[in-house]
T-cell receptor
């Protein structure tokens, strides 16, 4: 079974631009979560989608948004990029939402660098 | 509040056992997780334990859970150089109903010396 696939692996953007990251979950998984990893803040929860609905959102500004499609694939978008948005963005999928119901499996992440 | 604490660094010799410790705060977590991260990679799910269990063994990995003290440990037997990585402990923090998010520790860097 293929794992969680994230594209692209690396991105370099300049301040003020916007970016879209993509995540394909494990086949059969309907829940997708996004996390940001930085050296200073560690791993922080961004949001979670299940059956095309956003279930939860972390403490990030409105510039961070996402969506989920009917095939469970998910995208996240960051608008008006800031230097502090440079991070590894990790996507995780699970069969049920929340991490309290089924384990989360992560992809290899997208490394975003904002210059 | 939500918090997961881990020691930052552990160094062992190849062939020895490694024990990585973690304390968490949310007693309602159903699952507690251990993830491994190698350089340039994402998080690999190593193992997880249900909160109603005390111990789980999976080949070289043993997870011990002390719910009273909210303490979780990961023991790696016969540690190999390929085990060198950062290990993250995570608890689940509910956000209404059964859904929730993972709260991660800062990660423990395991260095295995040949």
């Amino acid at each position: 079974k293929a794992g969680v696939t994230q594209t692209p692996r690396y991105l370099i953007k300049t301040r003020g631009q916007q970016v879209t990251l993509s995540c394909s979950p494990i086949s059969g998984h309907r829940s997708v979560s996004w996390y940001q990893q930085t050296p200073g803040q560690g791993l922080q929860f961004l949001f979670e989608y299940f059956s095309e609905t956003q279930r939860n959102k972390g403490n990030f500004p409105g510039r961070f948004s996402g969506r989920q499609f009917s095939n469970s694939r998910s995208e996240m978008n960051v608008s008006t990029l800031e230097l502090g948005d440079s991070a590894l963005y990790l996507c995780a999928s699970s069969s049920l939402p929340g991490g309290n119901n089924s384990p989360l499996h992560f992809g290899n992440g997208t490394r975003l660098t904002v210059t | 509040g939500e918090d997961v604490e881990q020691s930052l660094f552990l160094s062992v010799r190849e062939g020895d056992s490694s024990v990585i410790n973690c304390t968490y705060t949310d007693s309602s977590s159903t699952y507690l997780y251990w993830y491994k991260q190698e350089p340039g990679a994402g998080l690999q799910l190593l193992t997880y334990i249900f909160s109603n269990m005390d111990m789980k063994q999976d080949q070289r990995l043993t997870v011990l859970l002390n719910k009273k003290d909210k303490h979780l440990s990961l023991r790696i037997a016969d540690t190999q150089t390929g085990d060198s990585a950062i290990y993250f402990c995570a608890e689940t923090a509910p956000i209404g109903g059964n859904t929730g998010k993972l709260i991660f520790g800062q990660g423990t860097t395991l260095q295995v010396k040949p």
